[in-house]
T-cell receptor, first 122, second 107 residues
């Protein structure tokens, strides 16, 4: 059974850093692109970034709003995905979801974690 | 960046109604569009991918279509469990983008 579980959210001051993790099971991480998506309270979904699979040499892309501040990494041996967030701003307050991307016959985020809440406040 | 304009933002409907939600892209997506359903406090769930392919286990009352840069999600007969927020997302190119969402409320 495929499962994704985020952890590491919490309260952080503006300008601070936080690393959230996503523990994965039930599939081979290196085969899949993995994405982070966030949702500010009461707002819509916003794509944060992607870590491509091994075939794409784990290259990453980011939304303009987080580029240069956020870094996605993965440890395939530990079935884990990470989102390192630096220079946090109040507007980064959101629930952060990790999501697996399936590309067979069309792309979609077919499995999601329950999310972890990050609150940036002084 | 590809913009997705979703309409309407809110929709009031009754059980049994036919519901239509539209997502208009700022450029050609091919068929690289996915629809999700999200309920409060939960992660989104895939309904439709590749514009019109029903995901496994999704009821057949959901359907998707594409005409140029306009994509449509139809719920043929709204059920109580369908009251939720619906989002479209494009996978044509990064940055991936979502539509603003459509909240389907009980009339």
């Amino acid at each position: 059974e495929v499962q994704l579980v985020e952890s590491g959210g919490g309260l952080v001051q503006p300008g601070g850093s936080l690393r959230v993790s996503c523990a994965l099971s039930g599939f081979t991480l290196s085969d899949h692109h993995m994405d982070w998506v966030r949702q500010a309270p009461g707002k819509g979904l916003e794509w944060v970034g992607r870590s491509r699979n091994k075939a794409y040499t784990y290259s990453a892309d980011y939304a303009a709003s987080v580029k240069g501040r956020f870094t996605i990494s993965r440890d395939d041996s530990k079935n884990s995905l990470f989102l390192q967030m630096n220079s946090l701003k109040t507007e980064d307050t959101a629930v952060y979801y990790c999501a697996r991307t399936s590309v067979q016959n069309g792309q979609r985020h077919d499995y999601w974690g329950p999310g972890t809440l990050v609150i940036v406040t002084s | 960046d590809i913009q997705l304009t979703q309409s309407p933002s809110f929709l009031s409907a009754s059980v049994g109604d036919r519901v239509t939600i539209t997502c208009r892209a700022s450029q050609d997506l091919g068929r690289s569009l996915t629809w999700y359903q999200q309920k409060p406090g939960k992660a989104p769930k895939v309904l439709i991918y590749a514009a019109s392919t029903l995901d496994s286990g999704v009821p057949s009352r959901f359907s998707g279509s594409e005409s140029g840069t306009e994509f449509t999600l139809i719920i043929s007969s709204l059920q109580p469990e369908d009251f939720a927020t619906y989002y479209c997302q494009q996978f044509k190119s990064v940055p991936l983008t979502f539509g603003g969402g459509t909240k389907v409320e009980f009339k």
